[in-house]
C-alpha cells in the first residue's frame, strides 16, 4: 500500500511542477523519491537461508562442503535436502541444527544475531553451498536458497528449486514481496474511485 501511495505522490507532485515549469525541483524531486523507493526495496528484502556452523578449522569445513556437493552429484538428491541433513548431523549451532540448519524462511535483512552472517544472506550467490565464512562463532557455510526484491544480485530467478541437473536445482521466479503490479494497482484504483462515486451517489 505504501508503494502506491508513493507513485500517487510523486504523479501529483510531477504534474504541480510541470505546470510551474520548474525543472530544476523537478529533478530534486525525482531524486527524492528514487531515494525513498530504493529503502522501501531494501525494507522489503526477504531472504531463505540455511547454515551449518563448524568448529574453528577451515579444512573441516571445506571437505563437509565438498562432500555435500558429491552427495547431491553421486545420489541425484537435491541440494537443500543433503544440506539439511549435514546440518543435522554436523553443525555446532543448537538453535538451528535441528531445523536443517535454517536460519529462517523469507527474513529480513538485521534477523541474523552475527552481522557478518546477515550481511552474507544478502550478499552471496543464490542456490550454492558458499564459505567457509568466518566469524566469532567459527565457520559457517551457508546455502541461500530463495531471496526476494535483490533485482540487481538475482535477476528474475529468486528461488531454488529441484531441477534436472544431478540433484543440485535449479534457480526459478518466485513471487517478489512488496514489488510495484502496474495491472493489479490500475485495476484497485479503478474499484476504488467507482465504489466512491456510488456510495457518495447513495450518501447524496
Known amino acids: 500500500m505504501t508503494v502506491f501511495r508513493i507513485s500517487a505522490i510523486t504523479n501529483l507532485i510531477t504534474w504541480i511542477l510541470l505546470l510551474n515549469n520548474n525543472q530544476t525541483s ?19 528484502r526477504r531472504v531463505t537461508t540455511r547454515h551449518i556452523l563448524l568448529p574453528r578449522n577451515r579444512e573441516i569445513a ?25 546440518a543435522k548431523k554436523y553443525s555446532k549451532d543448537e ?25 552474507a544472506c544478502f550478499e552471496l550467490p543464490l542456490g550454492t553451498i558458499e564459505g567457509p565464512l568466518e566469524t566469532s562463532y567459527g565457520y559457517h557455510l ?29 534457480l526459478a521466479a518466485s513471487e517478489q514481496v512488496g514489488k510495484l503490479n502496474l495491472g493489479n494497482f490500475v485495476v484497485f484504483q479503478v474499484a476504488f474511485w467507482l465504489f466512491v462515486v456510488v456510495l457518495g451517489g447513495f450518501v447524496a
Open 62 to 86: 571445506l571437505t563437509l562442503k565438498q562432500k555435500i556437493r558429491s552427495q547431491c552429484i553421486e545420489s541425484d538428491r537435491f541440494l537443500i535436502d543433503v544440506f539439511e541433513e549435514a
Open 26 to 44: 523537478c529533478a530534486f524531486i525525482f531524486e527524492a523519491f528514487e531515494k525513498i523507493q530504493d529503502d522501501l526495496n531494501a525494507l522489503t
Open 142 to 170: 551457508i546455502l541461500v536458497s530463495e531471496r526476494t526484491n535483490c533485482p540487481k544480485l538475482d535477476g528474475p530467478n529468486t528461488k531454488l528449486v529441484p531441477g534436472n541437473n544431478s540433484g543440485l536445482g535449479e
Open 95 to 119: 538453535s538451528t541444527n535441528f531445523r536443517g540448519g535454517l536460519l529462517g524462511e523469507l527474513v529480513p535483512q538485521g534477523y541474523c544475531r552475527s552481522e557478518e552472517l546477515d550481511r
